[in-house]
C-alpha cells in the first residue's frame, strides 16, 4: 500500500512520461495483461491511455487492470490512468518513506 508523499512522489515523475500501452476495443484481454505485466515490471511506473473506441471509464478499468497485474493505482485522469508495481529483480525507482 502506497502512502500519500510516496503517490505524490510518483505522480510527479508520472507527469514526465508518455503512455506506454493503449486499452482498445478489446478491453483487458490477456495479452493486454500480459504485455502490462512486463512493462511494470521493466519501468515500474506505466501510464495507460484509453482508446475512444473502449467504453469503460478509466475510473473503472484501473482498479480492475492494477488487480490483474497486481500493482497500485497512482492517478486517473481522464482517459488516462498510472500505474505502479515494484519490479521484483532491479528496482529502479526508490520511494519516500
Same mark, same amino acid.
Given at each position: 500500500m502506497l502512502t500519500g508523499a510516496q503517490k505524490r512522489y510518483l505522480r510527479s515523475m508520472s507527469n514526465r512520461i508518455k503512455a506506454a500501452i493503449?486499452?482498445?476495443?478489446?478491453g483487458l484481454s490477456g495479452g493486454? *495483461?500480459?504485455q502490462l505485466d512486463r512493462m /511494470?515490471?521493466?519501468?515500474? /511506473?506505466?501510464?495507460?491511455s484509453l482508446l475512444?473506441?473502449?467504453?469503460?471509464?478509466?475510473k473503472?478499468?484501473?482498479?480492475?487492470?492494477a488487480e490483474l497485474t497486481g500493482s497500485e493505482v497512482v492517478q486517473v485522469i481522464?482517459?488516462?490512468?498510472?500505474?505502479y508495481r515494484k519490479a521484483k529483480?532491479?528496482?529502479? *525507482?526508490?520511494?519516500?518513506?
Open positions: 493503449q486499452v482498445g476495443k478489446e493486454f *495483461i500480459g /511494470l515490471e521493466d519501468k515500474e /511506473l506505466v501510464k495507460v475512444q473506441s473502449f467504453p469503460a471509464k478509466a473503472q478499468t484501473a482498479p480492475e487492470a481522464g482517459r488516462k490512468f498510472v500505474l529483480e532491479n528496482p529502479v *525507482i526508490v520511494l519516500p518513506e
